[in-house]
């Protein structure tokens, strides 16, 4: 069993920051990948970034330059530092890691981006 949990969801005004984190727990054996998707009302949930077991980076070209992943392997984690956040990056932020074929996925936190 796989367990993750996002911490650092919150309500901030356009053009702040904040840095969502997921730790992974359980039997985690072989991290292929870990990254986040987001689901915002009234639309599909949608990839957000990305990063490899090699450190190998990808992001939603509506995040480039804004948002950065990062992960530290030591302790089965990844975080999102989130800048110059807009109104439509409020959403659900959920983080997912691949274990070989399999995909664990978190319960999410929200992120509210609001004057």
């Known amino acids: 069993q796989v367990q993750l949990v996002e911490s650092g969801g919150g309500l901030v005004q356009p053009g702040g920051s904040l840095r969502l984190s997921c730790a992974a727990s359980g039997s985690i054996f072989s991290i292929n990948a870990m990254g986040w998707y987001r689901k915002a009302p009234g639309k599909d949930r949608e990839f957000v970034a990305k990063?490899?077991?090699?450190?190998?980076?990808n992001y939603a070209d509506s995040v480039k330059g804004r948002f950065t992943i990062s992960r530290d392997k030591a302790k089965n984690t990844v975080s999102l530092q989130m800048n110059n956040l807009k109104p439509e990056d409020t959403a659900v932020y959920s983080c997912?890691?691949?274990?070989?074929?399999?995909?664990?996925w978190g319960k999410g936190t929200l992120v509210t981006v609001s004057p």
């Open positions: 997912y890691v691949d274990l070989g074929s399999l995909r664990y």
């Open positions: 990063i490899t077991s090699g450190g190998t980076t």
